[in-house]
Antibody, heavy 115, light 110 residues
């Protein structure tokens, strides 16, 4: 099964951007969809968007359209999620997830945006 | 887009069987696969059911999934409940390359 390792926790100022990475090992990186999902404190899972690297396909949830950019570097088997114009309500754990029929999850990256 | 509706919380005793529901508000539940994720406090989600009723290796056969087109819902059934099953459970499905998560059910085993 694929292992996904994400970058470390971040503290960002309101109005700035954050870029979270997700490195895959143990599988074929570019073939499968990679999604980004966030979870605000005490809340449920929220899908942000996904990419299929081999197709160059990217879809974003309407809520994040224009503020999120998902990319993938096939040479390093790493996916990225950049969120801009950060607000305090963007404080959350951000997960990457790869869907190879069975979804594998990264360990999560806490992004804190103090108010 | 559709929504997936889950009960907020469910409680059951150890050794019993519990069924968690996930109702699709529009479109057919059978039109896209349903996945179920378990999330224990402080941990990332893990997959317990994929493609409606398939169980990943390592997940106990006490966990089973199904869909019911008559109620347009999916179900996760956990038999022989253990205290370690206490967690949040999320259903998830797709439409046109977009993913939808249910709001999650907090399962308490006491």
């Amino acid at each position: 099964q694929v292992q996904l390792v994400q970058s470390g926790a971040e503290v960002k100022k309101p109005g700035s951007s954050v870029k979270v990475s997700c490195k895959a090992s143990g599988g074929t990186f570019s073939t499968y969809p990679i999604s980004w999902v966030r979870q605000a404190p005490g809340q449920g899972l929220e899908w942000m968007g996904r990419t299929i690297p081999i197709l160059g396909l990217v879809n974003y949830a309407q809520k994040f359209q224009g503020r999120v950019t998902i990319t993938a570097d096939k040479s390093t088997s790493t996916a990225y999620m950049e969120l801009s114009s950060l607000r305090s309500d963007d404080t959350a754990i951000y997960y990457c997830a790869m869907d190879t029929s069975i979804t594998s999850w990264g360990q999560g990256t806490l992004v804190t945006v103090p108010s | 887009n559709f929504l997936l509706t889950q009960p907020h919380s469910v409680s059951e005793s150890p050794g019993k069987t519990v069924t968690l529901s996930c109702t699709r508000t529009s479109g057919s539940i059978a039109s896209s696969y349903v996945q179920w994720y378990q999330q224990r406090p402080g941990s990332a989600p893990t997959t317990v059911i994929y493609e409606d009723d398939q169980r990943p290796s390592g997940v106990p056969d006490r966990f089973s999934g199904s869909i019911d087109t008559s109620s347009n819902s999916a179900s996760l059934t956990i038999s022989g409940l253990k205290t370690e099953d206490e967690a949040d459970y999320y259903c998830q499905s797709y439409e046109n390359n977009f993913q939808v998560f249910g709001g999650g059910t907090k399962l308490t085993v006491l």
